[in-house]
């Protein structure tokens, strides 16, 4: 006799990244510290430097192509031309700061067309307000 498990599904999460919602279905995060070191006379290791680098996010999913498919394409290009910050929430998360990296887009024809977008971050990341 077998038996099965039951999952939860997933659903895409929207996420509002410059004026445009992206429908995330899978998100990366990486953050790091760079740390220089020098020899110390004693033979021992001493930190002269330590220093948080920025957060890289990554956001990939879908974002709906009815009506203008271009208008997306210029409001992406538009975010990495631009030196200005913006604000993401997503998952209860807020992540301010923001400033565009790299997007891709495929329109492949259909109703959706995959996106990945990428920011970066140097701002801690909060809590979003609970109602």
């Known amino acids: 006799m077998s038996s099965t498990a039951a999952f939860s599904e997933r659903r895409?999460?929207?996420v509002a990244i410059g004026g445009i919602t992206l429908y995330c279905e899978s998100f990366r995060i990486s953050a790091a510290r760079v740390m220089n070191e020098e020899s110390a006379a004693d033979g021992s290791t001493a930190v002269t430097n330590s220093a948080y680098r920025s957060s890289r996010l990554?956001?990939?999913g879908r974002v709906c192509t009815q009506g203008a498919p271009g208008d997306f394409i210029l409001g992406l290009n538009g975010l990495v031309h631009s030196a200005a910050a913006f604000t993401i929430e997503y998952t209860g998360l807020v992540f301010s700061g923001c400033r565009m990296l790299a997007y891709t887009l495929e329109d492949k024809g259909g109703e959706?067309?995959?996106i990945s977008?990428?920011?970066?971050?140097?701002?801690?990341i909060t809590r979003g307000n609970v109602a």
């Open 112 to 114: 959706w067309a995959d």
């Open 12 to 14: 895409a999460e929207p």
């Open 58 to 60: 990554t956001f990939r």
């Open 117 to 124: 977008v990428t920011v970066a971050t140097a701002e801690t």
